[in-house]
């Protein structure tokens, strides 16, 4: 999946006056690389990632996903989108909390009308591939937050994602289970050929990255 | 149905609730049997003495606990009806016999058996029958020779309510009339008018009813919406999620509706148990009758028909409830919940 951006823009009403958030960002996601989006808080990374990972719309410009205006696009056809050609990872994982580890896991494919068996044999192959095979009946409750982060890797990854936007996906663990999510990443990146796009402050993230973009106040500026 | 096919004959200034006066009025057996007897146009006339049991400062109870019927022993089919007795039971041999048949709820409260003697009033009369209806009336009823109803009571050749069954081909109306115009201390009322005296009275409990209903209708609803809103809002990130990572609108739409129908399903369960055993609570309240003897007969107290109702109406006002907070979770984004999150 290609993703480009052009004159990207994002602004809120925040009472009486307007604040951008992303401004006129131009970005081309091409190859299956790991790219990061680097950059102080409020400096518009998050919002930079929902708007590529059509969870936003934005005020003004462009996203392209292959060519294809996303702009052009119905509700419907982003929820497809989002569904098998994306896998997202969050900050503080959205695990649903009702659900067992290897449910969730099964939760995007459901949504993509796959078979029972075929949604328990991958979730069971991924969990296992996560190493928590032994974890696939806890509810998000039992796990530990490394645990729970590689559930929600494990659901990114159910359908076969062309890319993986993750934002912050570090942001709630200590450095050793952040080291292992980083190389979880990277190995997603390199073994599967998906693109993954994270939105990070953790500096361990970048020297594993192809490439890096800054964000300053909602503008970007890209570093190899 | 008491006095089906008959007009009763009361006396003026009774209070007559349908076909029972439940207040004043006496009427002398003897003269007032044989003037009904001469008008044209009867063709049987049944002295009946009714007795509502009063309260322990001679009130009559709002909701008699118990009653008593004196009736002539060869008219106890007209007046009643075919009713069954209990195994081994029989109706009163003749006029001067201490025999009465008892009501079943009364006889289960005091555990009255075929073959018993009791006391009333001073007096022991013999148990020769138990009633095998589910008649409320005749539940709470005793039922005895009219001779011995009015000895025990002490109203020596008085009755209350005269029943007389109009010929074939005489109208029940026409009857009435003419009973009217031949005997100026009684009123006769035909079927429909005993049925016409309560019927504004039903009608208005029915206004009232449908009244709180709706009220009570609207308060559920507006209830149930606002704690399925609330529910939907404390859990938005889930529904965010579930947004991003493509579920349909529908989808969203339906699990919000389809909680709210099964808490209807289980609210409806609970509800409609503790609704009847609440008005089996009250009927044993207002009745000093021990709940567990209305057991029985929950299903005549609160008709399946009425609980089907209430449960569909409950699931029906949780499914509506449900719909303005599964709009709100469809509209729920990842992009907007984490913004205000952080």
Known sequence: ?224 | MLFNGQVTVVSKDAIVVQAIPISGGMLPEDSTVKELVNISGVATVTPVLFVTSVGSQGMVQAVPVNFTMGIPVDDWGLVLGPIPLRPSGHFPANDSSNEIVAGASIADQYNWTVGIDIRVNGYTLHVSGVFDTKMALLNRCLVMPLTLAQTIYNYPQSVNIIAVKPLQNIAQQNLTTAIKQRIGYVSALTETERNDIVQPVLDQVQTWTLGIEAVVFVMSLILVMTVTVMSVSERRRDFATLDAIGAPMSYIFRVVVIETLLIGVLGGIIGVAFGSLTALMLASFYTSIPVTLFFPSVLEIVPPVYMLEMFTAIVGICCLGGIIPAVNAMRMHIAEVLRAEY
Do not use: C, W
């Open chain 1, 1 to 224: 999946m290609n993703i480009r951006t052009v004159n990207l823009t994002r602004t809120f009403r925040v009472g009486s006056s307007e604040i951008a958030a992303v401004k006129a960002v131009n970005l081309e996601l091409k190859e299956p690389k790991l790219f990061a989006v680097i950059g102080p808080s409020g400096s518009g990374k998050s919002t930079l990632l929902n708007l590529m990972g059509l969870n936003d719309y934005p005020t003004s410009g462009n996203i392209f996903v292959d060519d294809a205006d996303a702009s052009q696009l119905s509700g419907r056809e982003r929820r497809r989108i989002r569904n098998t050609r994306m896998g997202f990872i969050f900050q503080t994982f959205n695990l649903f909390p009702t659900l067992t580890a290897l449910e969730n896991v099964e939760l995007p494919m459901s949504l993509a009308n796959k078979s029972q068996e075929v949604q328990e044999e991958k979730a069971l192959k991924l969990l296992e591939r996560l190493g928590l095979s032994n974890r696939r009946d806890h509810r998000p409750k039992q796990l530990s937050m490394g645990e729970m982060q590689r559930v929600a890797i494990a659901r990114a990854l159910a359908n076969n994602p062309e890319v993986i936007v993750a934002d912050e996906p570090t942001g709630e663990l200590d450095s050793r289970t952040a080291r292992e999510i980083i190389i979880l990443l990277q190995d997603v990146n390199e073994i599967e050929k998906t693109m993954v796009v994270v939105a990070t402050h953790d500096e361990k993230i970048i020297d594993v990255t192809d490439k890096v973009y800054t964000m300053q106040d909602g503008r970007l500026k890209a570093e190899d």
